[in-house]
């Protein structure tokens, strides 16, 4: 029994900010540093100051209220007065080590530094924005960039190589002065990212064996179960990551057989009369590395699927709940292809696993933990990697199917952008 699997790629492994087409500063949906994450690679922390007099500024807690431009969350910040002269004010991101000293880092793969800002109010156009390099701060006005009259989200584009910056030595990817302003500004800030100027850059898709996520993993081409009782995790994952920049995109998972379209789609057989055999799919997704995907025993330990009685018949986490419904299902019935009505959002929604506006498509609860010798802290810590790649794990429910028969499948990872 297999699946195939379509358009992958290996990504090699080093430090993100110098191997990446977009890295994160600030960001829901793409790869890059994480906020004070106890390692040395890839490790940011907000900075702020003042002088003379001058407020200094303040940052929010992520907020999430359905308005960001991209992912689900974004940050407000307020500068409480006006910075007149012979004062001082800003705020930034700067590079540290896991003992939170400053660190050092070559940015000069990049060749962008890009963020949005949506103004509250103030005048946002007085703001200065660009990085600490060097030592100096290399910094361009706002005023040609941004309409201080919109409270729409604007994009902020700066040419590094422009800055006349030490790239090679930077301490701050973003640097914000505040001098100048005449009055209390507050705004939002989402998005912010270093990208390259490569346009063939694209999205990476890559399936990879459970078992190995630890280790150097082999790069399998079938999707494949170890058992087939139940409700079974599959031995194989999707790994999606997203290194192109685009302002809008979406990723869809589905299935395509060679049967007639299903509702829940899955694993296809045709018998010696011609009839149709299904064996139903799911997936899930995760940002981190799910424990024990493959073990059969049913217990706190095991990672095995568990359908729900109830209208709808809903698949949880049955190891993390043995013999009962917790009323929280992360994992998604698969859709067959034809069967898809791409014009209904509900029906997208279903196999929509990933959007540059919305984020995950099901979000991981803070009690899954993964392997307890690697903390989970919002996003995965491996060898000093964080990242944001989205994991597709897949499931299958065997219950019933009879043996003797060959049931196939091709699993289809659609990205379209803009």
């Not at 999430?64 to 307020?78: C, L, V």
Request: some cysteine; proline content about 4%.
């Amino acid at each position: 029994m297999f699946v195939s699997v379509l358009a992958f790629a290996v990504e090699p492994k080093s430090r993100l900010v110098t191997t990446r087409n977009v890295y994160s500063i600030i960001s829901d949906n793409y790869t890059g540093a994480i906020q004070e994450n106890g390692y040395d690679l890839d490790n940011i922390r907000f900075l702020t100051w003042s002088g003379g007099g001058a407020a200094a500024p303040g940052c929010s807690d992520p907020i999430s209220d359905g308005t960001a431009i991209e992912g689900n969350t974004y940050f407000r910040i307020t500068c409480g007065s006006s910075v007149p002269s012979g004062t001082w004010a800003g705020f930034g991101y700067g590079f540290i080590y896991a003992d939170k000293s400053n660190n050092i880092e070559n940015i000069s793969h990049f060749k962008y530094l890009e963020f949005w800002i949506r103004k509250v109010e103030g005048n946002i156009s007085e703001l200065q924005a660009g990085i600490k390099a060097g030592g100096s701060d290399k910094v361009i006005s706002l005023a040609d960039q941004l309409n201080n009259d919109s409270t729409d989200w604007q994009r902020v584009t700066i040419d590094l190589t422009t800055l006349n910056a030490d790239l090679e030595n930077t301490s701050m990817p973003l640097l914000v002065i505040c001098n100048g302003l005449t009055g209390r500004t507050v705004f939002d800030i989402d998005n912010i990212v270093l990208r390259t100027a490569d346009s063939s850059a694209d999205f990476k898709v890559t399936l990879k064996k459970v078992e190995d996520m630890y280790g150097a993993p082999e790069n399998p081409t079938e999707i494949s179960w170890l058992y087939f009782t139940d409700w079974q995790a599959a031995a194989q994952y999707i790994e999606i990551d997203a290194d192109k920049y685009s302002h809008s995109w979406t990723i869809t998972l589905y299935v395509r057989h060679q049967g007639d379209g299903h509702n829940r789609g899955g694993l296809w057989a045709q018998g010696n009369n011609g009839e149709d055999y299904v064996v139903p799919m799911c997936f899930r997704v995760y940002n981190g590395y799910l424990k024990n995907v493959v073990e059969s025993p049913v217990g706190d330990e095991s990672y095995l699927i568990g359908q729900s009685a109830g209208e709808g018949n809903n698949l949880y986490d049955r190891g993390k709940f043995p013999n009962s419904d917790p009323g929280w299902y992360p994992w998604i019935w698969m859709k067959e292809y034809n069967d898809i009505d791409w014009s209904k959002q509900s029906d997208i929604d279903s196999v929509t696993v990933w959007s540059s506006s919305k984020g995950y498509h099901v979000a991981m609860p803070s009690f899954l933990d993964g392997d307890p010798n690697r903390p989970f802290d919002g996003f995965d810590n491996l060898a000093g990697k964080v990242d944001r790649t989205l994991r597709v794990y897949l499931g299958a429910g065997f219950g019933g199917v009879g043996g003797g028969i060959e049931y196939t499948a091709t699993v289809v990872v659609d990205v379209n952008y803009e």
